[in-house]
C-alpha cells in the first residue's frame, strides 16, 4: 500500500496501551500489512507492541476477518488457561482493544488498525536453518490445527474466497498473460511456459476433497515458516501469528506451504537458483512435527498426499508470483525491479526438486506413519 506516511501515535492513541509512547518503527519482512513495532515506556520498563495496518485492497472484509482472529485468539487463550499455562501471552496473540473496547481501529483514511501483546526473544526465521527448526514449526502449525477442531460457533468467514484454489489461481495467470499489460510476457516467455506445461496438475487437492477423502477443516493458509514465531533462547516454536488468512480450508495447504517455505536453504527471492533445493532433511522432519501433533485426526489420504501437498502449494505460489509479476506489481510488495520474476523462478526451481525427490518423499511418509 502506498499512501502518505500515517501518523503512528495519534493511530496507538486509539489503543488501551499503558505507559508513555517512544518510537514507531517498520518491523518484519510480510508481503502484505504494514507492520510497525511501538515502543513504549511503562514506568521505567521498556514495552513493545505490536501495530498493523490491515492491506484493505486485498483481505476486502476486515470487519468479519477480525472477527475469526478474535474468536481463535478467545479460543486459544481459553485452552491455555485450562492447562495452567504460565506463560499464555507468549504461547497465543492476545489483541489488545481500542478505547472503546473494539478489536481494531478506523482511521480517517479508512485504513484497519490493529495492535497485538508484542511476543518478545522470539522471531520468525525467513530461512529455515535445521531440522529442529522445521520440527518445531510443524508441529505447532499441526497443533494450532487441533486447536481448532472444535472451534465453537458459525463457519468461520472466508477472508479470501477461493484463496488456494490453484485452478483459478491458473484461470487469474492467464488473464494476465492474454492481457499482458506491462508488456512482460516477454522477459518471461521460459517461465511461462513451464508454468502452462503443468496446468494438469492444478486440481490434484481439490479432488482429494471432492471425491471425500480429504476434509474441509479450518487451517491457517499461510504458514510460511516465519509465520510462527521459535523462541530464540530454546529454539521451541512458541506462537502461531499472521492469523489473516484464517478460515476454512484443507490441512494439505498448510502442510504444503510448510514444505514451500522450510526446506529449501535458499530464500524465496534468491536469484541464484543453484542454491534452492528442497532438503530431505527437512522434509523428514516437517513430516515427523506435523504428525505429531496431527496425527491422530488426519486421515490416511491426508497423509499419503503429504508431498503432493508441497509441489501443489509451491507451483501456486510460481503462478501467483507470475501473475503479479505480469499485472505490474500490485499484490506483493516488490523492493527491486523483477522481484516477483526472481520469487517465481525460486518457485519453479523448487517444484522441479520435488518432482525429481519424490519417491524419496513418499518414502519417507510412509516410514513416518509406521514409526512408533
Ligand atoms: P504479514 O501478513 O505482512 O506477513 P505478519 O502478521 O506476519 O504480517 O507480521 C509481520 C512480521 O511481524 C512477522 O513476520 C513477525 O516477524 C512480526 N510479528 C507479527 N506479530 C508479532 C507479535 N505478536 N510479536 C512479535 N512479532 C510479531
Ligand atoms: C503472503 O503475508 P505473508 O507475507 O505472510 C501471502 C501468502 C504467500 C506469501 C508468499 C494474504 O504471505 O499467501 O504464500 O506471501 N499472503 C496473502 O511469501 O496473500
Ligand atoms: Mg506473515
Keep these: 500500500m502506498t499512501s502518505p506516511q500515517p501518523d ?36 521505567g520498563t521498556p514495552v513493545r507492541y505490536l501495530l498493523q495496518r490491515v492491506n484493505h485492497t486485498i483481505f476486502k472484509d476486515v470487519p468479519g476477518l477480525m472477527d475469526n482472529i478474535q474468536r481463535v485468539c478467545a479460543h486459544a487463550q481459553a ?45 520468525g526465521h525467513n530461512i529455515v536453518q535445521s531440522p529442529a527448526q522445521a520440527y518445531e514449526a510443524a508441529r505447532a502449525f499441526g497443533a494450532f490445527q487441533k486447536l481448532l477442531v472444535d472451534l465453537p460457533g458459525e463457519r468461520l ?23 499482458d ?26 479432488d482429494l476433497n471432492r471425491r471425500g477423502l480429504v476434509p474441509e477443516r479450518i487451517t491457517h493458509n499461510d504458514t510460511k515458516l516465519n509465520n510462527v514465531l521459535l523462541d530464540d533462547a530454546t529454539g521451541e516454536a512458541i506462537c502461531v501469528i499472521d492469523l489473516d488468512t484464517l478460515m476454512p480450508g484443507l490441512a494439505l495447504y498448510d502442510f504444503g506451504d510448510l514444505v514451500r517455505t522450510s526446506t529449501s536453504p535458499a530464500a524465496e527471492d534468491e536469484r541464484d537458483l543453484g542454491k534452492v533445493t528442497m532438503q530431505l532433511p527437512m522434509f523428514d522432519a516437517l513430516v515427523r512435527g506435523y504428525l505429531a501433533t496431527a496425527g491422530d485426526f488426519l486421515t490416511p489420504a491426508e497423509i499419503a498426499n503429504l508431498p503432493t501437498a508441497g509441489m501443489i502449494l509451491t507451483l501456486t505460489l510460481a503462478v501467483r508470483f507470475m501473475t503479479d509479476f505480469l499485472q505490474g506489481d500490485t499484490y506483493y510488495k516488490i523492493h527491486r525491479p523483477n522481484h516477483n520474476l526472481d520469487r517465481t523462478r525460486t518457485q519453479i526451481a523448487l517444484v522441479d526438486s520435488i518432482d525429481a525427490q519424490r519417491e524419496a518423499m513418499d518414502d519417507c511418509v510412509r516410514k513416518a506413519g509406521t514409526r512408533p
Design 157 to 179: 468467514n472466508e477472508t479470501i474466497p477461493n484463496f488456494h484454489h490453484t485452478p483459478r489461481r491458473y484461470e487469474a495467470f492467464e488473464a494476465a498473460l492474454a492481457a
Design 181 to 206: 499489460t506491462h508488456n512482460r510476457a516477454v522477459a518471461a516467455r521460459a517461465e511461462i511456459d513451464w508454468i502452462l506445461a503443468r496446468r494438469d496438475r492444478a486440481s490434484a487437492l481439490l
Design 8 to 43: 503512528l501515535r495519534s493511530i496507538a492513541a486509539a489503543f488501551r496501551l499503558c505507559g508513555d509512547f517512544v518510537a514507531a518503527v517498520p518491523y518484519g519482512s510480510g508481503h502484505i500489512n504494514d507492520t510497525y513495532a511501538l515502543s513504549y515506556n511503562q514506568g
Design 79 to 123: 485452552r491455555l488457561a485450562a492447562a495452567g499455562c504460565p506463560d499464555a501471552s507468549r504461547r497465543a496473540l492476545t489483541l489488545i482493544p481500542t478505547v472503546d473496547g473494539a478489536a481494531f481501529h478506523r482511521d480517517d483514511r479508512g485504513n484497519y488498525w490493529r495492535v497485538y501483546v508484542f511476543i518478545e526473544h522470539a522471531t
